[in-house]
């Protein structure tokens, strides 16, 4: 399928694939229904997840039915199915399985030091691999069990190896450096799947996610490193010297250690990447299979060494190599800022053209379309082509919901329009992926200097920490800059040569103009050796005259040292900040020039005789701008929401150079292609320019879809023993001032039989076991069709709210034989009211008018779905007969406009304008404002930072 096409008509391979956790007891009609559902919003596949909550026994004969079940309806819809390789995370335990053998445990090793007076002897637990003795001053000198020491003050070092302690719910994690443990963690859930289901690709598996394997795991220790039993001889074969004999200089600060850290590092990443990574890759490509997923810690730079050591060497692994983004943060400032071009930059060094994202993991029940338009936005700016999000929920009964909300799926109000922002994603993915990366500058990897720097100990050295924050404080300069650039690592800068080009170096199929040094203080000699032959033929830039340490590796030796000044052709800037490295690149012609725009991030790819540009503006106000881009023809701006192509208004050739405008809505983004072989195309740009403006003036008459909610919160509980029965009674109140419509009560966690009673006991206990649910002193057992979620139970309160208070009562009873149950979730009226506060508890009153502002502040503080506001506008008939743009402002949510009974449009992002021309007429008209807002609202209250609704002024704009 060519570009245009593609672009037109994304295939699945190009669409968001979400976790989908499976949390619940499942079914095959639920998760058939489930997979329809994301197939008609556009998804392209998904990643079956065993998560929390989880009932249906992991890797159980019925687990593996249900992913045949999901493989063979992927087959069947040509979408693409993902198998997750773990139940939670992090992978490797096999749910346990393979860690209940403590030979299959991650191990790590600290270094005690004692004070002790001689004469005596020293004796060694079994847990000391190896023991050291110095005189107070002195080096340490390794010494064996039971020496005797001379009289006098003595310093003892114990290397002491210890057990990975319990991680997150698992006991301990897997030893990912020791190839036995990963291999059995490969035969208990890969294996596995093959035995239980067959040729897997033939099945219609895609391949397998693994997730956030490391070698050190959170909480981390700073004083502790990695350790597995076949470390020392696997050091000494490879490097040459024993690692037993220099510890002490690992553990302790000083020069003389540098090139020992860095020896044991560089083993210690090696022996997880041979035994994990590549051996499951291996399974993986044996069978045509693809390993996609993420490693643990792709954040800070200290992350990233303590729980992996080297992410560029695990990535290359994957077939689609992949970042975990957490939260709703983009840009200059968090600590992810610039994970996506560390992935992007491995992908690209490895030759693979797909990137991934497990993203909007934690973005909160607020989440909304635009805040998920925004992360993407930024993402796929920075080279990210895969979006997996995180996550579509089977059930967010119970605790599930509390699992790093939110989820994304039909539990989401704004899921109706989803399809508008999986189209979206979609065609830039498409569009951006493939071809040649155009970025003009190399930025080195500095994780050399890392290993060497990092002494264990109770805190982070300085020295780590400030390579870290020079690091991400120059890549965000240089992305603020529009200098775009790969982050290339040492060991693929063994591969550069100079290019054909004057001036220009490459690494593969990667052209660059120029190298940028980070402050660093060691590198390996033999980088050194190939930025001297390159610096008087390319531009070679440090960020500072520095020291460095010379790294040797295998070696152990004391490193010499050099500045950068010391490098013929080397040019040194004054530091990290925009003005500093504005100023040593001006010499370096831009790619892309944005003018007075430092939050708007671009991608350039060519492809099939395109040039093809992505800008993503993440301000959260519009931003006006001119690009320039280094290059001449006819440009195009193909929308991604809808797929139209139109000549980009404005674009003229200056100076060699192709310059277009470019209007960007607060969080706004634009695709522009460009065809070299066409001269630019004079086409003014044209503003609407209304002549009237119609103000659209509230009160509206507002109505919720299915009715309103209260949150059931404030709840009354006594306690009474009978015999050998616990009763548990929950009661609260609310007033109504008028009988009430549709009246419903929605229950999370009370189900209608006995809790935590085995299905053969219940009809001995169930008299003392069930729940029962009374309202005004009523059981009320009829159930209504669910909402919310299948596992919520909805019952009946039609006809029962009649003006007054009324009590609502859950009795929970349990046998002393079995688990106490409790009310643990919040429980939900639902119906035609709206909400007033009386003396400080709830009252309903039946619905009421709403104006402009956060309908949380309106009587509807717990309303997540779908409001409806009704307005009539009288429009005169000289005012026909011309262009009608109506702007609906500031909206809390995703809108559809309804004109006369025609959808005019929905928009779930800035900017929130409809051109309503064919559909208004003279006389009355009627309008419907549809907003779909957040979940946030429904499952936690209101907040202040996420308001929903028509939240400014709309007007009808009528042109002159």
């Known amino acids: 399928m060519g570009l245009l096409e593609s672009f037109l008509n994304p295939p699945n391979e190009f669409r968001q694939a979400p976790f989908w956790f499976w949390n619940h007891e499942l079914d095959e009609e639920t998760l058939g229904w489930q997979i329809a559902q994301m197939r008609d919003k556009g998804l392209g596949g998904y ?59 991650l191990n790590y090793l600290r270094f005690d030091v004692e004070e002790i007076q001689g004469p005596c002897r020293v004796s060694f637990k079994d847990n000391v691999v190896c023991g050291y003795a110095a005189r107070p001053g002195e080096p340490f000198q390794r010494i064996i069990p039971e020496s005797e020491l001379s009289e006098g003050p003595w310093i003892i070092g114990r290397a002491i190896r210890f057990e990975c302690p319990a991680i997150l719910w698992f006991e301990s994690y897997l030893d990912t450096l020791a190839p036995n443990a990963c291999l059995q963690f490969i035969r208990s ?59 002490p200089d690992l553990f302790m600060p000083g020069d003389k250690g540098a090139a020992v850290r860095y020896d044991y590092w560089d083993m210690a990443a090696t022996l997880f990447e041979t035994s994990y990574f590549e051996a499951i890759a291996r399974w993986c490509e044996s069978r045509n299979l693809e390993l996609i997923g993420h490693a643990l810690g792709e954040e800070p730079l200290f992350f990233q060494f303590r729980c992996v050591g080297d992410l560029f060497r695990y990535l290359k692994n994957f077939h689609r190599p992949g970042l975990d983004h957490l939260g709703l943060h983009v840009g200059k400032g968090h600590p992810g800022s610039m994970s996506p071009k560390i992935i992007e930059s491995a992908a690209l060094l490895a030759g693979r053209e797909r990137t991934m994202t497990e993203t909007f993991g934690v973005g909160g029940w607020g989440l909304t379309l635009r805040d998920m338009k925004w992360i993407c936005d930024w993402q796929i700016a920075h080279g990210i082509n895969y979006i997996i ?40 993915t498409a569009a951006m992926t493939g071809g040649e990366h155009v970025a003009p500058i190399a930025l080195l990897y500095p994780m050399t200097s890392v290993w060497a720097d990092f002494v264990p100990g109770d805190e982070m050295p300085a020295a780590v920490k400030e390579l870290d ?67 008087e033929a390319v531009p070679v830039i440090a960020a500072e005259d520095a020291e460095i340490h010379l790294i040797n590796p295998g070696t152990g030796d004391l490193p010499e040292r050099i500045r950068w000044s010391d490098i013929k052709g080397v040019r040194i800037a004054r530091g990290c900040d925009e003005a500093d490295l504005a100023s040593v690149l001006a010499e370096l012609v831009p790619d892309v020039l944005i003018r007075n725009a430092p939050d708007v991030y671009y991608l350039h790819r060519r492809k099939e005789g395109k040039d093809l540009y992505f800008f993503a503006n993440t301000a959260r106000n519009p931003v006006e701008t001119v690009v320039s881009l280094r290059t001449v023809g006819y440009a195009e701006i193909w929308d991604a929401e809808t797929g139209a192509i139109v000549p980009a208004p404005g674009q003229r050739s200056v100076k060699g150079r192709l310059e277009v405008p470019l209007s960007f809505a607060a969080t706004g983004s634009a695709l522009l292609a460009i065809d070299p072989s066409r001269k630019p195309e004079t086409t003014p740009v044209v503003e609407f320019a209304p002549a009237h403006r119609i103000a659209i003036d509230p009160p509206f008459h507002f109505n919720p879809d299915n009715g309103n909610f209260l949150i059931l919160r404030d709840w009354r509980m006594t306690m009474a023993n009978r015999d050998f029965v616990t009763e548990l009674r929950y009661s609260t109140q609310f007033v109504t001032t008028e009988t009430l419509a549709n009246m419903r009560l929605i229950l999370d966690g009370v189900p209608g039989q006995a809790v935590n009673v085995h299905k053969a006991a219940r009809p001995i206990v169930a008299h003392d076991a069930d729940a029962i649910v009374l309202f005004d002193g009523d059981p009320i057992a009829e159930e209504l069709p669910w909402e919310i979620d299948p596992k919520f139970r909805v019952l009946d309160l039609r006809g029962r709210c009649r003006p007054g208070t009324h009590v609502v009562e859950i009795v929970i009873k349990n046998n002393g034989w079995f688990p106490q149950p409790g009310l643990e979730e919040y429980a939900w009226l639902a119906g035609d009211f709206h909400v007033d506060s009386k003396d400080g508890s709830a009252c309903l009153v039946p619905f009421k008018g709403i104006g402009i502002g956060p309908w949380e502040d309106q009587g509807y503080p717990y309303f997540s779905g779908i409001g409806a506001y009704y307005a009539d506008v009288q429009i005169s008939a000289e005012k026909m007969g011309r262009r009608f743009v109506l702007d609906a402002g500031n909206v809390g949510g995703a809108i559809e406009v309804e004109v006369n009974g025609y959808t005019a449009g929905v928009r779930a992002w800035p900017p929130n304008r409809f051109d309503i021309t064919p559909f208004v007429h003279e006389g009355p008209n009627f309008f419907v404002f549809k907003v779909a807002n957040s979940a946030r609202n429904f499952f936690e209250g209101p907040d202040k930072n996420t308001p929903s609704g028509l939240l400014s002024e709309i007007w009808i704009e009528v042109e002159k």
């Open 47 to 105: 990643v079956m997840h065993a998560r929390h909550g989880l009932i249906t026994p992991y890797l159980s004969d019925k687990w593996f039915e249900f992913i045949r079940f999901g493989c063979e309806k992927a087959k069947q819809h040509g979408l693409i199915a993902w198998a997750y390789d773990e139940r939670d995370w992090p992978s490797g335990p096999a749910g346990g399985k393979v860690i209940a053998q403590h030979a299959n445990r």
């Open 189 to 247: 859930t890969y294996d596995l799947h093959e035995q239980k289901l067959g040729d897997l690709k033939q099945l219609g598996l895609a391949g397998f996610f693994t997730d956030e394997p490391a070698f050190s795991t959170y909480p981390d220790d700073l004083r502790r490193i990695p350790w597995t039993s076949s470390l020392p001889e696997t050091f000494l074969a490879t490097n040459g010297y024993d690692l037993l004999d220099r510890l």
């Open 389 to 428: 999000p995180h996550a579509f929920y089977y059930s967010v009964a119970g605790r599930r919901k509390k699992d790093a909300p939110p989820s994304e799926f039909f539990h989401a109000p704004f899921w109706p329009h989803y399809r508008l922002f999986a189209d979206y994603t979609a065609r830039n």
């Open 469 to 535: 924050r020079s690091f991400w404080s120059l890549g965000e300069a240089l992305l603020r800059l529009h200098r775009d650039f790969v982050i290339v690592d040492e060991l693929s800068m063994e591969d550069a040569c100079l290019g054909q080009g004057k001036g220009t170096f490459d690494i593969g199929a990667l052209h660059f103009e120029a190298l940028i040094i980070p402050p660093i203080t060691a590198l390996l000699a033999d980088t050194v050796d190939i930025l001297r032959g390159m610096a």
